[in-house]
């Protein structure tokens, strides 16, 4: 190629990615108005919002709290939870009002990385998704669009310009495909479950949720946030895409902190093993606007692989106490389903004596390191849920030995664990764990995973003997509300005391 034609090829390539540029809007967090602020004092900074407690309670199952959360690991996770998804319509659940699928009973999916695509869609489009989330993500392409970014000169305005990122045009495509403009004004309308989308704070290396408890901090409205911002936010591989950055707008609240932050004595934030004084620091990390202008959002799978550390966190710090100010009494099953499609650790290097390249040390470095978090993860969230079970028999007897008919004493939770890695040994289970973590899979390698995700899920005997073990509720007399006390939402298992 002669200097003469380079110099128009490149010509061209900075005039086709300025005029990009100039028509490439990035969304920002937009400040809360004054219409939506509580008044100083109250137990939250905003009112309304997408945030735990909004949504209404299953009429079937009132006394049941159930929660998903699905793993990071690409299309790999997406397809497994996917496919765990659709066991739990397979499952039935016994209600007062007959046979129900558990999958219309969940109140809440989490998911970070590769398990928010699914938890996400899901939340928009509900039964409509099966059938669907194959041809508009797990069986596309996804990989060619990566390369678009860095490959093709029209969307290089990411290296012109230091306002946009190689993540922002990943959003344009989850948006394209899967979202079409939805934003969380548009998931909150669609009702139960509430999803919640993880990604971590790259500043300080902790979770951040997308919520509008989260959300309070920074003093910004969510309900106008794009859904694809937020998958793009928690799918976003470090090194391989720029993060997606936040203005913190704490300083336009007026001073105003969440009611839970207010109660949090002196003596915890500065106990250094005391989980709520923890996150009572980190949310004033955020409060603090001189100090954390800008919250810069990275992979979910970096803080917390599973999607559980906050809702174990949240969990932990209710109270007996608390659960009866907010009229959780009525609650005397609570379950949590861990759908993680991460494959195991490969074990085979301790038998050769080379590694192999970068690129394969970065995955076993990286595999090990959230192996081992995983399990403290589990450990630390089962402890936390036992304790929410103490808690919550201590509350429901206090306010009457029978509540909705049940004895007061009458309290399950439960932490089951449904991984891909837990699998029996097989030449099958052998081909799915060494199937990559990959934007990009084949359509056989999808319907096995998606296959491997309900097997997992409809053959699961603590599943099955934590369901055998809720007898329904009576029906309640003539003119009371379901749930006991005329409740019509769940105060929240999980918020609104924590972000």
Request: charged share 20%; aromatic share 8%; glycine share 10%.
């Amino acid at each position: 190629m002669s200097k003469t034609t380079l110099t128009r090829c490149l010509c061209l390539a900075v005039a086709l990615t300025t005029s990009g540029c100039a028509s490439f809007l990035v969304t920002d967090a937009q400040k809360l108005s004054p219409a939506q602020l509580e008044p100083v004092g109250a137990d939250t900074i905003s009112r309304g919002g997408y945030r735990f407690g909004q949504f209404p309670i299953s009429p079937d199952a009132p006394d049941l709290f159930a929660m998903v959360a699905i793993s990071g690991g690409g299309k790999r996770s997406a397809s497994y939870g996917y496919g765990a998804l659709k066991g739990m319509r397979e499952v039935m659940l016994q209600t007062r009002a007959g046979p129900r699928p558990l999958l219309d009973q969940i109140d809440v999916i989490s998911g970070v990385s590769g398990g928010s695509f699914t938890a996400s869609y899901y939340g928009m489009y509900h039964d409509k998704a099966f059938g669907q989330f194959e041809t508009d993500f797990l069986y596309n392409d996804t990989n060619s669009n990566v390369y678009g970014i860095f490959l093709l000169p029209w969307n290089w305005a990411w290296f012109v310009s230091p306002g946009i990122g190689t993540n922002d045009f990943m959003e344009r495509v989850y948006d394209r495909h899967m979202f079409h403009g939805a934003t969380f004004a548009d998931l909150a309308a669609q009702g139960r479950p509430q999803i919640v989308i993880g990604a971590t704070d790259i500043s300080y290396g902790t979770p951040f949720v997308f919520t509008q408890d989260m959300f309070d901090l920074i003093c910004s409205d969510m309900s106008v946030f794009p859904v694809a911002r937020a998958v793009a936010a928690s799918a976003g591989f470090p090194g391989l895409f720029s993060p997606i950055t936040l203005t913190n707008n704490a300083k336009d609240c007026g001073g105003r902190t969440p009611g839970w932050l207010r109660r949090i004595t002196p003596a915890e934030r500065h106990n250094p093993l005391s989980r709520v004084g923890a996150e009572a620091i980190r949310a004033e990390r955020y409060l603090d606007a001189d100090r954390t202008r800008y919250v810069h959002l990275s992979d979910g799978g970096v803080a917390d692989n599973l999607a559980m550390r906050t809702q174990g966190s949240m969990m932990q710090v209710m109270s007996a106490a608390d659960l009866r100010a907010r009229g959780l009494t009525h609650v005397r099953r609570v379950l949590l389903l861990s759908i993680d499609g991460q494959g195991s650790q490969d074990t085979s290097i301790a038998q050769r004596r080379e590694v192999g390249g970068l690129l394969a040390l970065f995955g076993l470095v990286s595999g090990g390191l959230i192996d081992r978090y995983n399990f403290e993860t589990l450990y630390t969230v089962n402890h936390q849920i036992e304790i929410l079970e103490r808690n919550l028999r201590e509350a429901r007897c206090a306010e009457a030995p029978v509540i909705d008919g049940a004895r007061c004493d009458d309290v399950q939770t439960a932490l089951l664990h449904i991984a891909l890695a837990d699998r029996p040994d097989s030449p099958e289970t052998a081909r799915l764990q060494a199937i990559p973590t990959s934007l990009t899979l084949e359509r056989e390698d999808v319907d096995l995973l998606v296959t491997a995700g309900r097997d997992a899920v409809t053959g699961s005997a603590p599943l099955r003997a934590f369901l055998d073990n809720y007898p329904p509720a009576p029906l309640p007399a003539p003119g009371i509300a379901a749930g006991g006390g005329g409740r019509e939402s769940h105060a929240s298992l999980a918020g609104p005391s924590m972000p």
